[in-house]
Nanobody, 124 residues
Framework: VQLQASGGGLVKAGGSLRLSCTAS????????VNWFRQAPGKEREGVIC????????YYIDSVKGRFTASRDNAKNTVYLQMNSLEPEDTAVYYC??????????????????WGQGTQVTVSS
């Protein structure tokens, strides 16, 4: 039973990346999924949440209009599409299955299961 995050890499400012979060051993369809990130020397922060009904909640204003989340239940996978990347987006990104089906309004909910991180580096 695990979550596998992938898709990170090195990209130039203005570029795009799509991160994937694939579940094995359980069905992700009925969980909200949160994406977090942790930059060097900073605390981990919630970025975005997608509910089981595909409603999106942003936890960081600076990613609105640039990032979005989606899910493919047939693949048991949630995606984080990141466009117009900025050097400030450099961080290790984590996905996490929520204990609930819906996203909280102002901060991520209780995490049921963490995925491992994937490094995103944006060069200027």
């Amino acid at each position: 039973v695990q979550l596998q995050a992938s898709g990170g890499g090195l990209v130039k400012a203005g570029g795009s990346l799509r991160l994937s979060c694939t579940a094995s051993g359980f069905t992700l369809e009925y969980n909200a999924v949160n994406w977090f990130r942790q930059a060097p020397g900073k605390e981990r922060e919630g970025v975005i949440c997608i509910s089981s009904e595909d409603d999106i909640t942003y936890y960081i204003d600076s990613v609105k209009g640039r990032f979005t989340a989606s899910r493919d239940n047939a693949k048991n996978t949630v995606y984080l599409q990141m466009n117009s990347l900025e050097p400030e987006d450099t961080a290790v990104y984590y996905c996490a299955a929520d204990t609930d089906r819906t996203c909280y309004d102002s901060e991520p909910g209780v995490v049921a299961r963490w995925g491992q991180g994937t490094q995103v580096t944006v060069s200027s």
